[in-house]
C-alpha cells in the first residue's frame, strides 16, 4: 500500500494519492496537498468546501459528486471549477483526505 | 384488515414487485399508482433512432401487466407524508400504507444543463432516453449526411450507463450501412475517466471505440450547451464543435420525492440500503429500481435481481422478522455492438465485470462481441413481457451473480 508524507506524518494513499485512511488527515496537511495538486492558496470559499467533503463522507460514505456539491454545500459548479480547476469533486477529495468519490457506476 | 402495500411507480419495478407479492400473499390489498397508461420497454428506445425498432413495439397498457387482485390508480403522486404513512395524489386522493414502495424510477432533467432544451433542442440537440427524443433523432439521423456527431453523457448518474456506448457503436455500423461512414467524425465525450467505470471493462470498451474510429473523450463535464452555434462547452472551459449532439442529459428522482420530506436526497433518489432496500426514510419504506440511490448501476436487471429479495423483505417487514440483507448490486448489460452482435456483462457490489461467461462456464460470452449476445438481447424484449415483468424467475440465471464462468485477469493494460 503506498504511502505520503504531510507535516511530517506519514499516511496511508491509494496509487492516485487519495487517502485510504481519513482519520490519518489533520487540516494542517491539506495546504501541503493542495499545494501538490497546484492550487497556491486555500481560502475560506476553499475551507468550506474541504469542510463539506469531510462532512459527507462521514455522512454517506462517500464524498459528492460535483452535481451534488453544487446542489449543497453552498458553492455553484461555476466556482466549484474556479476553486479547484478542472476536476472539483475528485481535487477536493484529495485535499479533504478522504477517498476518491465513488461517483457512479 | 388485510395489510396495505402501496407501490408508487407501474414501470419494471413496480409491476414485478406488485405481481411477485400478489403470488406471495393472497391477504394483503396491493395499490400501484401511476401517472400515465404507457408502460414502454426502454432497452429498445435505443434502436429507434437507427429504424431498428418503431414505438408500436415498446409500448403496452401499464393495468395490464398486473396481475388480477391488484388495484391500479392513474394519477400523478403529490407527495409522501412519511410521518403518517400516507400519500397524497394530486386527484386529493389520499392512500394509507402499512408499507411503501418507491419504484417511480428516475426522470430526465435536460432544463438543468444550460442552452439544452434551448435553441437546437430535437433539431440539432438530441436525446434518446425517451420516446419523443428517440423518434425526432430518427428523423435527424436519416437526414444526417456528414459531419461532426458528438455523443455525450452530461453527469452521472444515469439510467443504462452503458447505452451512450452503444449508440456509438450503432452509429458506426448505420453510417457504413449508408456508405458514409468516413463522412462522418463520430466522438463519445464522458464526465468519467474512461469508457467505463470498472477497469477491466473500460479496457475493454475503450478497445472496442479504437476499433471503430470512435474517438473517446474523458472527463468532460458539460456546463452549456449552445445548439445554435453547434458546440458543448464544459464546465472547465473545453469546447466541443457538433454538427449533431445526442446527449444523455442529468438524471434526478421523481420530482414528488423534492415534496416529501425526508424522503429523497440532493437529487430526489431515495437513500436506500444496498442489501435489504429498505429506504433510509422510515423502516416501513422500500425502494426499487432507477428510484434507489445504491452502488450499482440504473438497469433493469438490476430491478429484477432486486424484485426477490425486496418482496421477501417486505413479507418478513410484515411479520416483524429481521430483513433479509442479501442483495448482491447484480447488474447484467447486453451492449450492443453493431452488425448483428453484442457484448454482455455480468457484475456485482464486489465483481467487476470480467471475461468468461454467463451463466456458468458455458454459455454467453462475457466482454466479448458475439452473435449469441446479440440474439439474447433481441429475445429478452418477450422475456422482459411474459417472464420479468409478470415477476417470475428467468430460466438458468438466479439472482445473485454467479462467481462460475468468470476469469479474473492476471494483469490489466491501461
Not at chain 2, 434551448?118 to 419523443?132: E, I
Not at chain 2, 442529468?250 to 429498505?278: E, I, K
Not at chain 2, 440511490?293 to 438497469?299: D, L, M, Q, R, V
Amino acid at each position: 500500500m503506498p504511502t505520503a508524507t504531510y507535516a511530517d506524518a506519514v499516511v496511508a494513499v491509494n496509487d492516485e494519492g487519495f487517502f485510504t485512511e481519513p482519520d490519518e488527515w489533520t487540516p494542517d496537511m491539506a495546504a501541503e496537498i493542495a499545494r501538490q495538486v497546484g492550487i497556491d492558496e486555500l481560502t475560506d470559499r476553499h475551507w468550506q468546501v474541504i469542510t463539506f467533503m469531510r462532512k459527507e463522507y462521514t455522512e454517506k460514505g462517500t464524498g459528492p459528486t460535483v452535481r451534488v456539491l453544487g446542489k449543497t454545500s453552498g458553492v455553484s459548479i461555476k466556482e466549484l471549477y474556479q476553486l479547484f480547476p478542472k476536476g472539483p469533486a475528485k481535487l477536493a477529495a484529495k485535499i479533504a483526505g478522504i477517498p476518491k468519490p465513488r461517483g457512479c457506476i | 384488515m388485510d395489510e396495505r402495500i402501496v407501490i408508487l411507480g407501474a414501470g419494471t419495478g413496480g409491476t414485478l414487485t406488485a405481481n411477485r407479492l400478489r403470488r406471495a400473499r393472497s391477504d394483503v390489498e396491493i395499490t400501484v399508482v401511476d401517472q400515465d397508461d404507457d408502460h414502454i420497454y426502454q432497452p429498445g428506445l435505443l434502436f429507434i433512432p437507427f429504424g431498428l425498432a418503431h414505438t408500436e413495439d415498446l409500448v403496452r397498457s401499464r393495468p395490464r401487466q398486473l396481475h388480477p387482485g391488484i388495484v391500479y390508480h392513474r394519477c400523478a403522486v403529490d407527495r409522501v407524508d412519511i410521518d403518517h404513512d400516507r400519500v397524497h395524489l394530486i386527484d386529493g386522493t389520499e392512500l394509507d400504507y402499512d408499507v411503501l414502495v418507491i419504484a417511480t424510477g428516475a426522470t430526465l432533467q435536460p432544463e438543468e444543463t444550460e442552452g439544452l432544451t434551448g435553441p437546437g433542442w430535437r433539431q440539432g440537440v438530441h436525446t434518446f432516453y425517451d420516446l419523443p427524443g428517440a423518434t425526432a433523432l430518427h428523423t435527424a439521423l436519416e437526414a444526417f449526411d456528414g459531419g461532426r456527431l458528438v455523443v455525450n453523457v452530461v453527469d452521472m448518474p444515469i439510467k443504462c450507463p452503458v447505452a451512450p456506448l452503444e449508440f456509438c457503436f450503432l452509429a458506426d455500423w448505420y453510417f457504413r450501412e449508408r456508405g458514409i461512414r468516413e463522412r462522418v467524425r463520430l466522438t463519445y465525450a464522458t464526465p468519467l475517466d474512461g469508457a467505463f467505470t470498472k477497469p477491466v471493462a473500460s479496457h475493454a470498451l475503450a478497445g472496442l471505440l479504437a476499433e471503430k474510429g470512435i474517438e473517446l473523450v474523458t472527463e468532460f463535464n458539460t456546463g452549456e450547451v449552445d445548439g445554435a452555434a453547434g458546440r458543448l462547452t464544459s464546465f472547465d472551459e473545453r469546447v466541443l464543435d457538433f454538427d449533431l449532439a445526442v446527449v444523455v442529459p442529468l438524471h434526478g428522482g421523481a420530482r414528488y420525492v423534492g415534496d416529501s420530506p425526508g424522503l429523497g436526497d440532493a437529487l430526489n433518489f431515495v437513500p436506500t440500503d444496498p442489501h435489504t432496500l429498505q429506504s433510509g426514510a422510515r423502516p416501513n419504506i422500500f425502494a426499487i429500481g432507477d428510484a434507489a440511490s445504491i452502488p450499482t448501476s440504473k438497469a433493469g436487471s438490476v430491478t429484477h435481481f432486486e424484485g426477490d429479495v425486496l418482496v421477501t423483505n417486505i413479507i418478513r417487514f410484515l411479520n416483524g422478522q429481521p430483513l433479509d440483507a442479501t442483495f448482491d448490486g447484480h447488474t447484467n448489460c447486453f451492449i450492443e455492438s453493431g452488425f448483428g452482435k453484442a457484448l454482455l456483462i455480468d457484475f456485482n457490489y464486489d465483481t467487476e465485470p470480467l471475461p468468461g461467461h454467463f451463466p456458468g462456464p458455458v454459455g454467453l460470452p462475457l466482454l466479448k462481441q458475439s452473435r449469441l449476445n446479440h440474439l439474447g438481447k433481441l429475445m429478452f424484449a418477450w422475456l422482459y413481457w411474459h417472464a420479468l415483468l409478470p415477476g417470475r424467475d428467468l430460466p438458468g440465471v438466479a439472482a445473485d451473480m454467479p462467481h462460475a464462468g468468470k476469469h479474473v485477469p492476471e494483469t490489466v493494460g491501461t
